[in-house]
């Protein structure tokens, strides 16, 4: 089955640390997004990829990483700096720009 | 930069009345216009997408939605409701900037 998969589930992160959120799709995609949801905001546009090893900046990039070593791999890391880490964080993918974007099934991150 | 304006935040029916979730959006181009599902704690789901073509466009689950460029609209709509379409609905556009912009979503609570 073709899919995008993120885990873990729930992620916990204490004060200070870095986190990592895992990202993985089979659907052969060149496009990865990475998005963040709060309750009554919508989704917004955390860092973007188009192409292997080449990412963009979205709207609320900052205290935020990532990387694109594999085309079917664009890991998000929550840095220390990010002062409000407490979301759900959704991962998705397209065939290219402007292309229907599919969904993961979503990380809750959680500060202790 | 585009927009999306989903006014309200919840809407309530009750089972086998009309669903009319309104979605209004600006785009200095010519609007790719989508339609997404999301249940509580799961991914985005795509339920339809306008991209130029057929004006009136029908999804799964029986929605359908209209773009209307002189009212700037795509509303979404179902005859008739059912228990299962309680969830939450985002708007998407892409415009200009080739970014996915999503309104702040609807939540449809269905009444027995």
């Known amino acids: 089955d073709g899919g995008i998969t993120q885990s873990p589930k729930y992620l916990f992160r204490k004060e200070g640390q870095n986190v990592t959120l895992s990202c993985e799709q089979n659907l052969n995609h060149d496009a990865m997004y990475w998005y963040r949801q709060d309750p009554g905001q919508g989704l917004r546009l955390i860092y973007y990829s188009q192409i292997v090893n080449d990412f963009q900046k979205g709207d609320i990039a900052e205290g935020y990483s990532v990387s694109r070593e594999k085309k079917e791999s664009f890991p998000l890391t929550v840095t220390s700096a990010q002062k409000n880490p407490t979301a759900f964080y959704l991962c998705?993918?397209?065939?290219?720009?402007?292309?229907?974007?599919?969904f993961g099934p979503g990380t809750r991150l959680l500060v202790l | 930069a585009q927009s999306v304006t989903q006014l309200g935040s919840h809407v309530s029916v009750s089972e086998g009345a009309l669903v009319l979730l309104r979605c209004n959006y600006s785009?200095?181009?010519?609007?790719?216009l989508f339609w997404y599902v999301q249940y509580p704690n799961q991914g985005l789901q795509l339920l339809l997408k306008?991209?130029?073509?057929?004006?009136l466009v029908k999804g799964i689950n029986g929605f359908e939605a209209e773009f209307k460029k002189s009212e700037t609209s795509f509303h979404l709509t179902k005859p008739s409701a059912h228990m299962s379409d309680a969830a939450e609905y985002f708007c998407a556009v892409y415009g200009a900037n080739s970014k996915l912009t999503f309104g702040k979503g609807i939540t449809l609570s269905v009444r027995p």
């Open positions: 306008y991209t130029s073509a057929a004006t």
């Open positions: 785009s200095s181009v010519p609007p790719y």
């Open positions: 998705a993918s397209s065939i290219g720009e402007r292309e229907t974007q599919y």
